[in-house]
């Protein structure tokens, strides 16, 4: 228990500092804001810079606090003719996006915004994300499929004439989608293939494994009638079906990861298709792992446990630490691909 405290405690106590630190930032700028309206002073100039800010940086709670105090900002714009909406959109900042979605009373109005280079919406889309805010993501085909997310919402926001509509460089935003993200294609192409390669191995591994453990039944059998000398055990036919299972999932999983490895691999492909059979991949490919242990616990059970009864809790307790192993090190990585896959991150 002791052991336990000392590695939850910390980052309890971490995360409560940060909320410390946070609440008191936003309470600073409460009384910024406060100071300003009691001076009487140019709201709108004094404001332009904070709200565009936290536009490029996703600030919700920045961004809520200086439009209560006046609505104008959300007209603000940079040097460069660059508007809140369209800052959110460069920056992928979800939850400012989401935000001006609802409030915005004009929407029409933001479908037929374009910059000096003739970029509509859509184009800013097809854009490449700041490198800060792809690190944010697992992997790249993770990043890649958080960049189609974006650029078939703004796809579904826009008028469809704007989906075929050029810039001054003659590109359609598709077209300037697969050129600026070339490079993230390949690298999500390479990632895709070394994470199946990997897990394909294991998956085969576990395969040879149980086949072989269900043709060579522990305690053997029986040289008259061929039965399993154990087959009345029930630890015998724990061992069968968790054999079975394990032997049925690894070879489902090694068939989803070859699939991965034999894919077009095209841009429309990491939006859905290519993480969910990764999620199915890995999932079978715990399930055949978390089997293949029980039935190896069933056999060390039958054939040195059954008068050795004290034996049963280290063979329980080593048989666990490979699944706690895996799941502590590709849990993560299943957690992402699902929320990044099944969880949509525009409320609307």
Not at 32 to 51: A, F, G, H, M, T
Not at 201 to 209: D, K, M, P, Q
Not at 315 to 339: H, N, S
Request: proline share 4%.
């Amino acid at each position: 228990m002791t052991d336990l405290l000392y590695f939850v405690v910390p980052p309890i106590k971490h995360i409560e500092k940060k909320k410390k630190v946070f609440k008191e930032a936003y309470r600073l700028l409460d009384l910024v804001c406060d100071q300003i309206q009691r001076e009487n002073l140019d709201i709108k100039s004094l404001y332009k810079e904070p709200i565009l800010e936290a536009a490029i940086q996703d600030a919700e709670e920045v961004f809520l606090t200086i439009y209560s105090r006046s609505r104008e900002t959300i007209e603000s714009k940079q040097e460069n003719g660059y508007g809140i909406f369209q800052l959110a959109v460069i920056n992928r900042s979800v939850s400012i996006y989401n935000l001006l979605y609802i409030i915005s009373e004009d929407k029409n109005r933001y479908r037929t915004l374009e910059d000096s280079s003739g970029n509509n919406m859509l184009h800013l889309a097809g854009r490449l994300a700041p490198s800060h805010v792809l690190k944010h993501r697992t992997g790249a085909a993770l990043q890649l499929q958080w960049e189609l997310q974006w650029f078939k919402e703004l796809q579904r926001f826009m008028h469809p004439s704007a989906i075929t509509k050029q810039n001054i460089f003659g590109e359609t935003p598709h077209q300037l989608f697969t050129r600026e993200h070339e490079n993230l294609v390949k690298e999500g192409e390479k990632w895709m293939k070394t994470t199946a390669e990997s897990c394909s191995i294991s998956a085969a591994l576990i395969t040879t494994i149980v086949f072989a453990a269900a043709i060579t039944v522990p305690g053997g059998s029986n040289p008259e009638t061929g039965m399993p000398m154990f087959r009345k055990d029930i630890a015998f036919t724990i061992f069968a079906i968790s054999d079975a299972i394990s032997l049925f999932t690894s070879s489902s999983s090694l068939m989803v990861f070859l699939s991965i490895l034999t894919a077009r691999f095209a841009e429309q492909d990491f939006l859905f298709s290519l993480p969910k059979r990764l999620i199915i991949g890995l999932c079978t490919l715990l399930l055949s792992i978390t089997t293949m242990m029980v039935a190896f616990g069933a056999t060390l059970y039958l054939l040195f446990s059954r008068e050795n009864p004290w034996m049963l809790g280290p063979i329980c307790g080593f048989a666990f630490l490979p699944i706690l192993f895996f799941v502590t090190l590709q849990f993560p990585l299943i957690a992402d691909l699902y929320r990044s896959t099944y969880v949509p991150i525009f409320n609307h």
